[in-house]
């Protein structure tokens, strides 16, 4: 009877056992090999993993980290030699663009980027990449790929940037922008066309306005978050409104820009009376300044609290002031960048600067 049992229990520990090296299979071998040889050999079933955070967010102007690490599970003994590569893909979607490409001690850094990124490295499996001198068209989708030889794992990162949008409208009026215009204006404003989330996020801070304007994507849209009559009928639920995709024909809208911090600062300036448009652009020279775009001024509002009573000159000709503090005699209830539109170049008023901070 005593036999058994033995039997039986060595027949319980034999089953146990298979079964376990059935279940963990490679990692039970892996581990064997491990312990009892230090080959580091093609038996080796060992799986690369790739890890970072679904974005960052960061300021123009300064420097960004996305963070990237990989790992081996089970881990290695010696580390291997690896290949980390980022690219880039716009926001406005299009080609995977090369950033950076580090084998080894080795780097190369492409296009755009050389000179401006690097590979952190403050552990061994660290790829995550700094760059410095954020740009407004630096946001979009960054993968970091990690190949080993026999793996090859990826992972993304949304680079995004703090920042204000503005809806933009042509000096000659309400939809004049074709969708390349519409890009341009922008530049010229010290900003770039606004891609979707970040008209969603505006929308979500309150942003409410009736004209449609061009999306990076190539979209046109417009952010309702008060809606009434004359702006897709009282009935209708707060949202973002989209006419789709309308690059294939030459239809012109207004522009939705998108502005970020920016060094420097933007102030209101009237050495000595109001002045017609030239007059207002000489003052700012003669401070040491350069009369503020659009989206500095909306940038100054948005992510400095500007707020000034006095309308005063933009570089495009239009007459704005910023307000953050809505009180009675000084614009209506909302914070807000308030517009005069684009008056006749004689009138007088004050002007709005910016000075670059060195
Ligand atoms: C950004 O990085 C550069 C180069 O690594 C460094 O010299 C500079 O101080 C950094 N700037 C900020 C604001 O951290
Ligand atoms: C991004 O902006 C920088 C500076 O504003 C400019 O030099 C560069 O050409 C732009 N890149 C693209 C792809 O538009
Ligand atoms: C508002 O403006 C009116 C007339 O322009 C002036 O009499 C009044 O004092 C102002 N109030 C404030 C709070 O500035
Ligand atoms: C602005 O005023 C100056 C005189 O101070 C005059 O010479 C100039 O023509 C005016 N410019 C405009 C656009 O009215």
Excluded at 278 to 284: G, K, L, V
Excluded at 292 to 316: F, P, R, S
Excluded at 341 to 356: E, I, L, N, S
């Amino acid at each position: 009877m005593g036999g058994f049992q033995v039997l039986w229990c060595l027949q319980l520990m034999l089953s146990n056992w298979t079964m376990a090296a059935t279940i963990s299979n490679s990692f039970f071998y892996q581990k064997y090999l491990h312990t009892n040889s230090n080959q580091d050999s093609q038996y080796n079933r060992v799986n690369l993993h790739v890890e970072s955070p679904s974005s960052v967010f960061a300021l123009r102007g300064e420097n960004a980290t996305l963070p990237c690490r990989f790992w081996y599970e089970p881990e290695l003994n010696s580390p291997r030699k690896v290949r980390i590569k980022w690219s880039w893909v716009s926001v406005a979607g299009g080609p995977q663009t090369d950033v950076l490409v580090a084998v080894g001690s080795r780097r190369r850094t492409f296009g755009e980027f050389r000179g401006r990124v690097q590979l952190r490295q403050n552990f061994p499996e660290d790829a995550a990449l700094v760059m410095t001198q954020l740009q407004l068209n630096n946001t979009g989708r960054y993968v970091c790929e990690v190949v080993d030889g026999l793996e090859d794992k990826r992972t993304t990162v949304d680079l995004e940037l703090r920042g204000v949008v503005f809806p933009y409208q042509h000096p000659l009026g309400r939809y004049y922008l074709t969708f390349l215009e519409a890009k341009q204006a922008c530049e010229q404003q010290d900003a770039t066309v606004a891609t979707f989330p970040q008209l969603y996020q505006a929308w979500e801070e309150g942003l409410n306005w009736c004209n449609a304007g061009w999306l990076a994507d190539g979209t046109v849209q417009y952010p309702i978050t008060q809606p009434r009559a004359t702006c897709g009928g009282p009935g209708l639920a707060p949202g973002i409104r989209s006419y789709g995709k309308r690059l294939s024909q030459p239809h012109r809208y207004d522009a939705f820009c998108f502005s970020s911090l920016l060094r420097g600062k933007v102030y209101y300036f009237q050495p000595s009376g109001k002045m017609n448009l030239t007059e207002a652009r000489q003052a700012c020279e003669d401070d040491e300044a350069q009369i503020a775009k659009v989206g500095q001024l909306y940038a100054a509002w948005k992510l400095t609290g500007l707020d000034h009573c006095n309308a005063g000159w933009l570089a495009d000709g239009s007459v704005r002031y910023p307000i953050t503090r809505p009180r009675r005699n000084c614009s209506s209830s909302e914070p807000g960048v308030r517009s005069f539109g684009f008056p006749p170049f004689q009138d007088k008023h004050g002007v709005y600067c910016y000075k670059a901070q060195e």
